[in-house]
């Protein structure tokens, strides 16, 4: 979730920051819901202030036999409770909005990044060894796969639609060969801790690792408490 302090400080820059992603400003709707809700923060502390002072004077007024005096300002903290009440309400109404609305702001890009509609605007940063160089002609991973039985993009495709490949044979043992590899390595080389997570979380769960709100048709709602985990990457 976005600091605050930026957009107050740096509207300008945070809207343009947005801009570079495609998406509209935003700093001004932020600010006014933020000072809308620092307002109301700012009334309930008068009014709780209020509140305890009249609540003194009720015990300072009976002290000096001023029952009438006392009976008024009973009736003024019972009214104050009331407002605070409501102030209360507002202000997390209003807390609630401002963090909704944050929480859907993706993440700003570095200054670096290049700007661009899609893919195509990428920017090589740098590149890491060679290329190497056949006496033959090479062909594609998926060329070879296919040729040699262990992807099926034609059953994938029936029962998934265009993208999805099945790994058959070797392919798919290696596939798990290798997920077990990595796991014993981690586990017995470099400290690691094996964990079976649980597979519900709590909404906390989501929003702290950023599945939600902007995933959340995407997700599989289990009851009102509990979302199916996407990955183990969030409950860890």
């Not at 007024?61 to 104050?80: M, N, P, S, W």
């Not at 963090?99 to 570095?110: C, G, H, Q, R, V």
């Not at 290049?114 to 890491?128: K, M």
Request: glycine residues 6%.
């Amino acid at each position: 979730m976005h600091d605050l302090k930026l957009v107050r400080e740096a509207p300008d820059a945070f809207d343009a920051a947005l801009e570079r992603r495609g998406l509209p400003p935003c700093a001004q709707k932020l600010n006014e819901m933020d000072a809308a809700r620092r307002a109301c923060a700012t009334s309930l502390q008068e009014l709780q202030k209020a509140r305890n002072d009249a609540s003194k004077q009720i015990g300072a007024a009976k002290g000096q036999g001023d029952e009438t005096r006392a009976q008024q300002l009973i009736g003024e903290v019972a009214d104050l409770k009331q407002r605070i009440h409501e102030g209360e309400e507002q202000e997390r109404q209003l807390q609630a909005a401002l963090d909704a609305e944050l929480a859907a702001i993706p993440n700003l890009p570095l200054d670096d990044v290049p700007v661009g509609p899609d893919e195509a605007a990428n920017v090589e940063i740098r590149t890491v060894g060679e290329l190497p160089q056949f006496s033959f002609s090479p062909q594609e991973h998926f060329d070879l796969g296919e040729a040699l039985g262990l992807l099926d993009f034609e059953r994938a495709a029936r029962m998934s639609g265009s993208r999805f490949v099945a790994l058959r044979g070797a392919l798919a043992r290696l596939e798990r060969a290798l997920a077990a590899f990595m796991l014993d390595l981690h586990t017995s080389e470099f400290g690691y801790i094996e964990v079976v997570p649980p597979l519900l979380v709590r909404d906390a769960a989501m929003f702290g690792t950023a599945q939600l709100p902007k995933f959340a048709e995407d997700q599989f709602r289990a009851g009102d408490e509990h979302w199916l985990i996407p990955t183990a990457e969030v409950p860890l």
